[in-house]
């Protein structure tokens, strides 16, 4: 068995080798051929047992895209590769909003790249990258908690692509609500016939595109984004996450001797956790749901989003005991955990149902977190299996273990290494 998960190991590392450009690694070289956010992070994460220089240098060039505000881009184009639709020009991003380096779309994603960059020093022991990326580190999270929350506890954001899980039946609700319009594009991301069952469908991606445009109108301006703005969402996930970063910096400034800053992180984690399990709970459904903020109305939806506050140390004795419930509709597969198991699942489209290696990560140690071993087991081992089996996919069916997406997907890869280590 050992020597299947050897040699697996290093398939994985020559697949993270191939999509290594300079700096940093691509998602897929079909799919997604420039650094995307908390792909870098979860790359990071596992890349770390195979190659330390690498995952530094990962963060650190996701780092180097960093906005002069704070935010940390979804994307960094740092090359002019093609075959990606939106690229730079339909952002349309002014120079002087970024840092200068590269140019980058107008969102950010969940905020994994602290955590992340945590593990990396954790590891490394190295505190010279630990000293060269907290200040870059604290102003991501400053930025969330002055730019994107109303109430400097839960933080908001303002276009499905920021939550990572881009189709999520939760967002369903918000983006009915609007009309984009006649819209002209050309997506580039169904060259594979088979993909279009696999991919958001056009009725979504309309309302993405709608998204960027409305953003470019107004020149990318926060203040009437967030008025105008038909989707602004208090994601699950991303505050889960956001949680998890501020716990992050303020273990790092505590080992850094900056006391202040340790406390003042500990502080907002604090802040952010009791707002998830005071008023994100959702009884009738066992889990924490997303919040519209533009209709004030929960996202009542059983995704796998709903569980991750596991994570962040969120839940009480009684939503632990809920959440015990709970998860045994998303184990009640034979390959677990699906994305989402509402009425509508689609266990070959993307967030609508599928396993991701990355969310089972990040389960897998909120499972652990809160004490449920077995669970978390058993997360695991799926996770390693689908991979065996079907290469390092960007997804799976529940049902029936098929790979799907694009092959020789990166956090894949990098998650296998470390699951396996
Ligand atoms: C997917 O999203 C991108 C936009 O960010 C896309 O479909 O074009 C999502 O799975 C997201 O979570 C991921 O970061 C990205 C790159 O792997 O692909």
Same mark, same amino acid.
């Given at each position: 068995?050992?020597?299947?998960?050897?040699?697996?190991?290093?398939?994985?590392?020559?697949?993270?080798?191939?999509?290594?450009?300079?700096?940093?690694?691509?998602?897929?070289?079909?799919?997604?051929?420039?650094?995307?956010?908390?792909?870098?992070?979860?790359?990071?994460?596992?890349?770390?047992?195979?190659?330390?220089?690498?995952?530094?240098?990962?963060?650190?060039?996701?780092?180097?895209?960093?906005?002069?505000?704070?935010?940390?881009?979804?994307?960094?184009?740092?090359?002019?590769?093609?075959?990606?639709?939106?690229?730079?020009?339909?952002?349309?991003?002014?120079?002087?909003?970024?840092?200068?380096?590269?140019?980058?779309?107008?969102?950010?994603?969940?905020?994994?790249?602290?955590?992340?960059?945590?593990?990396?020093?954790?590891?490394?022991?190295?505190?010279?990258?630990?000293?060269?990326?907290?200040? #870059?580190?604290? +102003?991501?999270?400053?930025?969330?908690?002055? $730019? /994107?929350?109303? =109430?400097? &506890? @839960?933080?908001?954001?303002?276009?499905?692509?920021?939550?990572?899980?881009?189709?999520?039946?939760?967002?369903?609700?918000?983006?009915?609500?609007?009309?984009?319009?006649?819209?002209?594009?050309?997506?580039?991301?169904?060259?594979?016939?088979?993909?279009?069952?696999?991919?958001?469908?056009?009725?979504?991606?309309?309302?993405?595109?709608?998204?960027?445009?409305?953003?470019?109108?107004?020149?990318?301006?926060?203040?009437?984004?967030?008025?105008?703005?038909?989707?602004?969402?208090?994601?699950?996930?991303?505050?889960?996450?956001?949680?998890?970063?501020?716990?992050?910096?303020?273990?790092?400034?505590?080992?850094?001797?900056?006391?202040?800053?340790?406390?003042?992180?500990? #502080?907002?984690? +604090?802040?952010?956790?009791?707002?998830?399990? $005071? /008023?994100?709970? =959702?009884? &009738? @459904?066992?889990?924490?749901?997303?919040?519209?903020?533009?209709?004030?109305?929960?996202?009542?939806?059983?995704?796998?989003?709903?569980?991750?506050?596991?994570?962040?140390?969120?839940?009480?004795?009684?939503?632990?005991?809920?959440?015990?419930?709970?998860?045994?509709?998303?184990?009640?597969?034979?390959?677990?955990?699906?994305?989402?198991?509402?009425?509508?699942?689609?266990?070959?489209?993307?967030?609508?149902?599928?396993?991701?290696?990355?969310?089972?990560?990040?389960?897998?140690?909120?499972?652990?977190?809160?004490?449920?071993?077995?669970?978390?087991?058993?997360?695991?081992?799926?996770?390693?299996?689908?991979?065996?089996?079907?290469?390092?996919?960007?997804?799976?069916?529940?049902?029936?273990?098929?790979?799907?997406?694009?092959?020789?997907?990166?956090?894949?890869?990098?998650?296998?290494?470390?699951?396996?280590?």
């Amino acid at each position: 068995m050992r020597g299947d998960t050897d040699e697996t190991r290093t398939r994985a590392v020559s697949v993270l080798e191939s999509n290594r450009r300079d700096g940093y690694t691509i998602p897929s070289a079909t799919l997604y051929p420039f650094q995307w956010n908390w792909d870098s992070a979860f790359v990071a994460v596992g890349l770390v047992r195979a190659d330390p220089a690498a995952a530094k240098r990962e963060i650190r060039t996701l780092l180097d895209a960093q906005w002069r505000n704070g935010m940390v881009p979804q994307i960094a184009f740092w090359s002019d590769a093609e075959g990606y639709f939106p690229g730079p020009e339909e952002w349309g991003i002014a120079a002087d909003r970024t840092g200068g380096t590269v140019r980058t779309s107008g969102i950010t994603q969940p905020p994994m790249v602290v955590p992340a960059a945590r593990h990396v020093y954790e590891r490394t022991g190295d505190e010279s990258f630990r000293d060269a990326v907290l200040p #870059a580190l604290r +102003d991501y999270c400053e930025w969330w908690r002055t $730019e /994107r929350s109303d =109430d400097g &506890e @839960l933080v908001w954001v303002r276009h499905p692509w920021a939550t990572g899980m881009d189709d999520s039946p939760a967002w369903r609700g918000p983006l009915e609500r609007f009309d984009p319009g006649d819209v002209e594009y050309v997506r580039e991301d169904r060259k594979d016939e088979d993909f279009a069952a696999q991919r958001p469908t056009d009725w979504d991606y309309d309302r993405y595109v709608a998204l960027v445009r409305q953003g470019r109108a107004v020149d990318w301006d926060e203040k009437r984004l967030r008025e105008e703005s038909p989707f602004v969402v208090e994601d699950v996930l991303t505050n889960a996450l956001y949680v998890r970063a501020c716990e992050s910096l303020s273990e790092m400034f505590a080992d850094a001797g900056d006391e202040e800053q340790a406390e003042e992180w500990d #502080a907002q984690a +604090d802040a952010t956790r009791r707002a998830l399990r $005071e /008023r994100r709970w =959702d009884d &009738e @459904l066992g889990l924490y749901v997303s919040h519209d903020l533009v209709s004030d109305e929960p996202l009542s939806v059983p995704s796998v989003a709903g569980l991750l506050p596991m994570l962040a140390g969120v839940p009480d004795d009684y939503q632990r005991e809920r959440l015990r419930e709970t998860l045994s509709a998303f184990l009640a597969y034979d390959r677990v955990v699906p994305s989402y198991v509402g009425p509508d699942v689609d266990y070959d489209r993307y967030w609508r149902g599928p396993v991701w290696q990355n969310t089972n990560w990040l389960l897998e140690r909120g499972l652990r977190r809160v004490g449920f071993d077995e669970a978390a087991a058993r997360v695991r081992e799926d996770s390693v299996s689908l991979i065996e089996s079907e290469g390092f996919r960007e997804y799976f069916n529940p049902e029936t273990g098929a790979g799907r997406g694009s092959d020789r997907f990166s956090w894949s890869a990098a998650l296998y290494l470390d699951w396996t280590a």
